[in-house]
């Protein structure tokens, strides 16, 4: 091997440095395609607008003294058009430090999500 | 005169130039999205527009007071129902307005015969294909019984009942 010298090690040692905090970029680029599928996915998989809309119904049918068949409405139309078991009930009102309120519990089941509440209104 | 010494400094700055592109490239590239052609994230923005819609007109304008959405759930105005919504969905801060189209139903269950029939609120209109990705938005309504007699009466039965109001929202 004529010629051939020793020199600039450190320089090719940094350039394999380089080289492998390239690499690691790469593989975070790749990774931040996935980042809005999935955040999407799980935004528009979990009811959050479904449970709010579906608690103010019950609280608007504990408002208007809890008339016949809205009851029955609320839980037959939400398994027909929104495949989600509901069932929730009005029991007296009782004291809770001093105010009157009805406990109401919520039972909500879509197959993805399940939410559970007892709630005194 | 031009001669073959210093090769590795040269390559070196090449390393460091390609560096710093893709240093700048990642800085102004994470300003934006990476997932491209993926549905899921207009349908998101449009779920939540058409969610937000509805919230917002079934608030009333004081305490206790009627709902524009009751109001119009209550009395068949469909056509008006259309015009409110699409005015508050297509509103945007500045430039032109834009252009999403809808049609609604109503879902109503018959308590004699225990059937959920469902009247078209909203027929869509003629940019409806069957082939959008359109997102569906609903939001329940609480009617009073109606009293007797009535005027018009309405479609869902005149006892106290809860209706649930059907939104299909599409980007034509």
Known sequence: MACMNEDGQWIVLMGLLVAVGMFFLALIINQSVLVGQTTAEGVLEFPKNDIRDLRSAIFDYV???LPDGVKEDIIAISLERKNAVVNFTVNQKMDVSGRWLHPVTIHYNNGVTVYNETVYY | MVNDAGQLYTMEGVAAGIIMLLTAYIVVSTTSVYTTGDTHIPDMQLE???SDVLAMMDTPDTAGGESSLLGLVNGNK??????AFLNYCNATTSGAIDNLHMSANVTYRDASS????????VTPDETWTGRESAVRVTRWVQLDSQPWPPGPVRPYGTRAQAVLVEVLLWRA
């Open chain 1, 63 to 65: 408002d208007t003294e």
């Open chain 2, 48 to 50: 939540q527009l058409g």
């Open chain 2, 78 to 83: 469909g056509p008006e129902f259309k015009d």
């Open chain 2, 114 to 121: 225990n059937v959920i029939n469902e009247h078209s609120f």
